[in-house]
């Protein structure tokens, strides 16, 4: 079986001649939290509705758990869950209830119910009038609902939206738990790069309808070292020392900036410019955020 839960190859849909999504390359593996980074419009919600046969690729092929969503599209989207957007519900019936109508359709068994609304923590207010909901409760209802057939792969569309800290804070934990206590692979979409980096260990960034990064956090967190800024006596004759001890810089004011070393070469530089008489008045770390890189590899300089 292949490693990748889902892996597309080129995928493409075009509207009147524009595509909202090109050559698209998603590769997710067993397992992880996958976050689907990108603006509003960047085309997440279009790559997950073909994700889940909701609406035909212009081009490009889908691969899901190991096999080709369109010759196998039944028999793959009953091992898939999903979270479009607001999820939908009957707000005079209960919990209960709602879950009771999906149930049926699914045909699984009634202790599902009870089952799905446990992971979600909803077991207490299962005998409410899902009108009477907070709009956390409704997201985590719209979970339950896509839990209740037992899915491999569970698919998330701004799960966080509109919500207050404290309903994000139960999504997210809810999210996280799903591979490590469950068994299920989640992709999760948003457009906020502070929530994904809590929860997913791997991010796909989408711009314009392409794919412009796709890596693990850790490297993405990398990507956002800095360097080390170094205030001293005389910067310009600094840098010519670090120059001969073969260190690249830059020297501006009375800061010399270097960049690549470990600590133990940023302690041996300090040194030699002491032993040469320099005066080091300040070592500081200097880190791009996530956020600085984020903005970077999308190429927008407007809010998100």
Do not use: C
């Amino acid at each position: 079986m292949s490693e990748y839960v889902i892996k597309t190859n080129g995928l493409t849909k075009s509207y009147r001649g524009r595509n909202a999504v090109s050559d698209l390359n998603l590769e997710i593996r067993k397992g992880e939290i996958y976050g689907f980074l990108g603006p509003n419009g960047a085309g997440k919600t279009t790559t997950i509705r073909m994700l889940l046969g909701l609406i035909r690729p212009t081009k490009g092929t889908v691969e899901i758990l190991g096999k080709n969503l369109k010759s196998d599209k039944i028999n793959i989207l009953r091992r898939v869950g999903s979270l479009v957007e607001y999820p939908s519900y009957y707000g005079h019936l209960t919990a209960v209830e709602n879950l009771e109508a999906i149930r049926r359709i699914l045909d699984v068994p009634k202790s599902r119910i009870d089952e799905v609304l446990e992971i979600v923590s909803l077991t207490k207010e299962s005998k409410r009038a899902v009108k009477g909901y907070s709009l956390g409760m409704k997201q985590r209802l719209g979970i339950a609902s896509a839990l209740l057939g037992s899915p491999e792969l569970l698919i998330l569309d701004e799960p966080t939206n509109g919500l207050d800290p404290s309903g994000i804070h139960e999504i997210r934990e809810l999210i996280k738990q799903m591979p490590r206590e469950h068994g299920i692979t989640v992709l999760v979409s948003s457009h906020l790069l502070g929530e994904v980096e809590q929860m997913a260990g791997t991010v796909g960034i989408i711009r314009d309808g392409r794919m412009v990064f796709q890596d693990t956090i850790a490297n993405l967190r990398q990507k956002a070292a800095g360097g080390i800024d170094i205030r001293v006596s005389e910067a310009e004759s600094a840098l010519w020392l670090a120059k001969d001890a073969g260190i690249t810089g830059q020297a501006q004011q009375n800061v010399l900036h270097v960049e690549g070393l470990d600590d133990k070469q940023v302690a041996s530089l300090v040194k030699r410019l002491v032993d040469n008489g320099h005066l080091i008045y300040r070592v500081e770390e200097k880190n791009k955020s996530l956020e600085d890189i984020f903005m970077e590899v999308i190429g927008e300089v407007k809010s998100l």
